[in-house]
């Protein structure tokens, strides 16, 4: 069921209310961004109305790693809370799946405030993975996702590589535990024991985290590196991640920046950097997503499955992930403009494969790896001119 769409005015909060922070041209859908679905819905002129209408793709169906989604939509994590928010605009069960906001060991405030400022065309935000530890979420969010029949990938983060094991082992002796379709691992936050360096800018601490959380769940449950921009070589932390067992990779999580108020001239947010995320994040996401893909399809990385995420705001935006190599996407910041833009965006994205004819998601998984022209190789270098005997003069050579 798809609720009538409304505006909460910035009331889906990530982990308190953002109420007050405009994000208006954050995730709006504006006009020349994105794909207009409802102009193709509206057909041709009346002239050209005799001809085959789009249909939108009717099978969207996924499966990541043994994960089987009807559809590959999803919710970024920290974008839409837990769940009932969201729900009042849509039916959550809707979802490909919920990803739940990251949860840790116990109950966290977050960083202090001001957590939020606009950027241009993106946002920046520092919540400081704000929850109410796993306890209070296996007891209270996880039954209420299940209630509603939600497939859920639980987001998951510690401070330590033991701590991201015990969330996980708390999740995983759950009750409600049989909505879990996967997990997702937050790699993106700092490790006390190494100087707050973030776990995903370090392949070993990053191979660390995941064998963790690997050997607290059962073999068969898909478990999702989630990965940072903000690292030189995304293969090879990716590749950490796939040896020490996960089973899937999300690109990306947000960037990082800092915004200075230019009346007061000091950092807008009172953690001073802050996570972009928006639309301007979308080429950052589709690079990610691109560079993992043509490691895979070249052997230098394992291939298993990618979830691509940021700036997604519209199916065309979606249909640039999956074509860059992504099995499914994962909606965020566009929820506080706009609640209902997941579903919106599944039915853009089905009207765009039906449209480009495809009969299934994974025809197009990576088809812009195939429609690049080779790069063309360095200019061959000139071929050094033979060397000649001295060309004879007039006088000397033709006597005669
Ligand atoms: C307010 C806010 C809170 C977020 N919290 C989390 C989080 O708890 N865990 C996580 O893995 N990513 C978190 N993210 C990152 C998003 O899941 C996503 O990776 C990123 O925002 C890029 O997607 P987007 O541009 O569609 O928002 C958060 C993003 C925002 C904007």
Known sequence: MHRPRGHLGGVVSPAGPVAGHGVGQVGG??????????????????????????????????????????????????????????????????????????????????????????????????????????????????????????????????????????????????????????????ISCPNVANRGLVFACDPDSTAAVVAEVRKELPPQLPAFAKLSPDVTDIVAIARAAVDAGASGLTAINTTLGVAIDALLLRPVLAGITGGMSGPALLPVAVRAVWQLRAAMRADRLPAVPIIGVGGVRSGADALQLLAAGADAVQVGTAIFNDPGAPVRVREELALLLGTHGFSRIADVVGIAHDRTPPTPGPAPKPKPKPKTKPEPTHQSGSAS
């Open 29 to 186: 859908h504006g006009v020349g961004h994105g794909f207009d679905a409802a102009s193709l819905r509206s057909g041709p002129p009346s002239s050209l109305s005799s001809a085959p209408q789009p249909r939108p793709l009717e099978n969207l169906a996924v499966n990541l790693a043994g994960m089987a989604l009807p559809n590959p939509v999803m919710t970024a994590s920290g974008c839409a809370a837990n769940g009932r928010e969201l729900h009042r605009f849509f039916d959550v069960g809707e979802l490909g799946a919920f990803v739940t906001k990251t949860v840790m060991g116990l109950p966290r405030a977050g960083r202090g405030t001001p957590r939020m400022a606009e950027t241009p065309s993106g946002m920046l935000n520092s919540i400081g993975l704000q929850g109410p530890g796993i306890d209070a979420f296996v007891d209270h969010d996880l039954p209420w996702l299940r209630s509603v029949g939600a497939r859920v990938l639980v987001s998951v983060a510690g401070e330590t590589p033991e701590e991201f094991g015990l969330v996980t082992r708390v999740l995983r002796n759950s009750a409600a535990f049989d909505t879990v379709v996967g997990v997702e691992i937050n």
